[in-house]
């Protein structure tokens, strides 16, 4: 027997050095897929095709409010552009990937409560590590359990992983990397660990600042494919869950996340009330009525 873990869980710093080195593991393995990193992109673009042309595909009044208030603020076959041309500035090397590394994907063994697993590889792929990490990192921010009424999800920009958080976990992610490179090398030479390590170690600060620009730039492709994503289930599925909230909170994180990267290259990027409530947020007006109407109830 198996559950999956709570938001809060993933934020526990001993929990995230476990659950990273799954992800590390992952990343390592040698799989039978295609290999280039055409997923993405490829998947993003096929999300645009079918963006609604008629907002009366949305059944919901709110929805098609919300749809219109996104078309507003971002064009989206322009952005996509725009997206490519900041990740092209970030070297991130291709590997297996999950694509939905997030706390209901990853279950606690409970005859072993210190032992972790990951399911549903639905989305997997080869694809940039940037993204994988990335998007675990958004998750941070987004509780899809606690909330039992509309829409189905609590969000807290504030919870993005700070820098403190992201090494805690890249750490534990690199430490698996130099096991296996050590291992492999010893296997290859005849060296002894230990001399291996030592070589590997002084890359490895190195190594993790690398790990923590790819990811955090690679945040922005996770908030636009989730963004799309969450669009087309709204009018393709009769889950109760709030979709084209959800879209708007991906999007806001979006634009907020591309505006702090970009202009003042504030890695990892910090959301509070003042940049919530400013003008950096182009849905500034929806979240503080939201925000209002949470504080009144």
């Known amino acids: 027997m198996a559950e999956?873990?709570?938001?809060?869980?993933?934020r526990d710093p001993k929990i995230s050095q476990k659950i990273s080195r799954l992800l590390s593991e992952i990343h390592q393995l040698d799989m039978p897929i295609v290999k280039e990193p055409i997923w993405l992109y490829h998947t993003i673009q096929q999300f645009l095709s079918d963006l609604p042309t008629d907002i009366h595909?949305?059944?919901i009044e709110e929805d098609r409010a919300i749809f219109q208030e996104l078309r507003s603020v971002c064009h989206f076959t322009e952005e996509f552009e725009e997206l490519k041309k900041i990740l092209a500035t970030v070297q991130s090397p291709v590997c297996f990937t999950h694509n939905d590394f997030q706390p209901g994907n990853?279950?606690?063994?409970?005859?072993e409560p210190e032992?972790?697993?990951?399911?549903?590889?639905e989305y997997c792929s080869y694809n940039y590590r940037g993204f994988d990490i990335g998007n675990h990192f958004c998750e941070f921010m987004f509780d899809?359990?606690?909330s039992k009424e509309w829409p189905f999800f609590n969000v807290d920009f504030s919870s993005y992983p700070n820098k403190i958080q992201q090494i805690n976990f890249l750490s534990s992610y690199v430490?698996?990397?130099?096991?296996?490179q050590n291992q492999s090398v010893c296997q290859t030479n005849g060296i002894t660990n230990e001399a291996v390590s030592s070589i590997n170690n002084t890359n490895r600060e190195e190594l993790i600042n690398q790990l923590i620009k790819e990811a955090n730039y690679f945040s922005l492709a996770s908030h636009f494919f989730w963004t799309l994503w969450s669009i087309n289930m709204a009018t393709s599925t009769a889950i109760k869950f709030g979709y084209m909230?959800?879209?708007?909170?991906?999007?806001?994180?979006?634009?907020l996340t591309r505006n702090l990267l970009l202009d003042t290259n504030e890695i990892p990027p910090r959301f509070n009330e003042d940049i919530l409530r400013s003008e950096k947020n182009p849905f500034k007006n929806s979240y503080t009525k939201a925000d209002n109407e949470q504080s009144s109830n």
């Open 175 to 180: 430490d698996v990397i130099i096991s296996t």
């Open 115 to 121: 032992s972790f697993t990951v399911i549903d590889f």
């Open 245 to 255: 909230e959800y879209a708007r909170a991906r999007l806001t994180a979006y634009y």
């Open 106 to 111: 990853i279950l606690r063994i409970k005859s």
């Open 4 to 10: 999956s873990l709570l938001v809060s869980e993933i």
């Open 144 to 146: 899809y359990k606690s």
């Open 57 to 59: 595909k949305f059944e």
